[in-house]
């Protein structure tokens, strides 16, 4: 296990705001001075694009934005680096997926089965998908807390067209370590492939693509330590071979003629038209770095404690209704008796606690677990046990009078 307080100084947003506790990370995390002077030095010393310079600083920025493609596979275990394409994040990511297979893969009545605990940016592009395909979407059944039944699920497969499971690794409210090797090989058997939105999941969990065998994977580099603006979509080499890009322009094609015919790049450049965020791949280079000398199994193994030792202490609270007890990455959905989560946050906010409010952008969840807003507190590598701690006293006192003064 790696040692909290050194983690706790790498991070200059927590040696300057000595008095806030951040529970956010789910929304972005923070990051630590390696990242910052990644980005740093590419603006102070070798300022230049990427693949388009006969010069030094452009040739030494590109060997290093290159070369992330291959500290990322490390990172995730995926064989081959080209399997490896640079988006701006999760919902870019995620959205290229859906795109191609509303366009190419799907037929119309075949089926996208999906969750209801999906983030905005997981549904909404397959919403057009099925749009673009005239295909159906049909939702797994979730058990009344959105854990998963892998009994449940494997029977949405009976006499039905199912060509894509779309699910999350984590959940962003529920934060349950979804079953995904299973659920791939049940889909595989089946004929379908896989998609998963590894937003919450890759930055707390240590994942092998190889062992999950999962056709694509997208993840945000901000929830990992990284810059925002740059994130990842892993796809199987041969499956990316057969996408098309959303978007066309500069440094994706290798040739166009006066007729329209444009000859595209092989996999990755293909779906990287025009200048990319060239310091959001190198900090998240950085970030991806940092998390693999913390090491990943280290890392899961804190976020599960912190979320375990809150979760504890919440339960001797009469005050506090808990969403999630089993959850495991990092996340807990609660919410004060009585109080509305929003009133709840702005009050915390008062008291130096930072944590989301709301339906937190999965807004069919309440289909499932019967609440539309909560409390959400996401912890990361830099949280601590004595911040819990001081929260816990926070929300012992916290009444209903406190919190509309604090709003007033
Ligand atoms: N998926 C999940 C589960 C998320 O939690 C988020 C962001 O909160 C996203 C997708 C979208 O990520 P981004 O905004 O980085 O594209």
């Not at 307080?5 to 790498?10: E, M, S």
């Not at 000859?263 to 791949?281: A, D, H, W, Y």
């Not at 009469?318 to 009050?347: C, H, M, R, T, W």
Request: glycine share 6%; hydrophobic share 40%.
């Amino acid at each position: 296990m790696f040692d909290v307080n050194k983690v706790r100084n790498d991070f200059p947003m927590i040696r300057n705001n000595k008095d806030l506790i951040y529970f956010d990370s789910g929304a972005t995390s923070f990051k630590p001075d390696r990242v910052i002077k990644a980005i740093m030095d590419y603006y102070t010393l070798y300022n230049s694009n990427i693949h388009r310079g006969d010069y030094d600083i452009s040739i030494s920025v590109s060997k290093t934005y290159d070369d992330t493609r291959k500290t990322i596979a490390r990172f995730i275990n995926a064989d081959d680096p080209r399997c490896i394409v640079f988006s701006s994040g999760s919902t870019a990511s995620l959205n290229l997926v859906a795109y191609n297979f509303g366009r190419n893969f799907l037929k119309e009545c075949d089926v996208i089965l999906t969750s209801q605990v999906e983030h905005a940016s997981n549904i909404l592009p397959w919403f057009k998908a099925r749009e673009e395909a005239k295909a159906n979407i049909e939702y797994i059944p979730l058990n009344p807390d959105a854990t998963f039944d892998l009994k449940k699920y494997e029977e949405c497969f009976k006499d039905k067209n199912i060509k894509v499971v779309v699910l999350p690794y984590v959940s962003n409210v529920m934060g349950y370590i979804y079953p995904i090797k299973e659920i791939t090989r049940i889909a595989h058997e089946h004929g379908a492939l896989v998609s998963i939105d590894g937003a919450q999941g890759v930055p707390h969990v240590k994942i092998d693509v190889k062992d999950l065998d999962v056709d694509f994977l997208s993840f945000s580099s901000h929830k990992m330590l990284g810059p925002a603006g740059a994130g990842v979509l892993y796809g199987k080499y041969e499956l990316l071979e057969k996408m098309e890009p959303m978007m066309y322009g500069g440094d994706s094609n290798a040739r166009f003629y006066n007729d329209g015919t444009i000859i595209l790049k092989n996999v990755p450049e293909k779906f990287e038209s025009g200048t990319p965020c060239i310091e959001g791949v190198l900090g998240m280079n950085e970030a991806a770095k940092y998390l693999m000398e913390l090491g990943m199994e280290n890392v899961e193994e804190y976020g599960r404690y912190l979320t375990r030792y809150f979760i504890d202490r919440l339960k001797n609270l009469d005050n506090v209704e808990i969403y999630n007890p089993e959850s495991e990455a990092g996340i807990v959905a609660f919410n004060l008796k009585g109080i509305f989560a929003q009133d709840a946050a702005s009050y915390f906010n008062k008291c130096g606690v930072a944590l989301r409010s709301g339906n937190h952008c999965a807004k069919l969840l309440q289909n499932v677990i019967n609440v539309t807003e909560t409390l959400r507190a996401t912890f990361n590598v830099y949280n601590t046990t004595e911040e819990i701690d001081r929260f816990v006293d926070i929300i012992k006192d916290t009444t209903i009078e406190k919190c509309v003064d604090s709003i007033l």
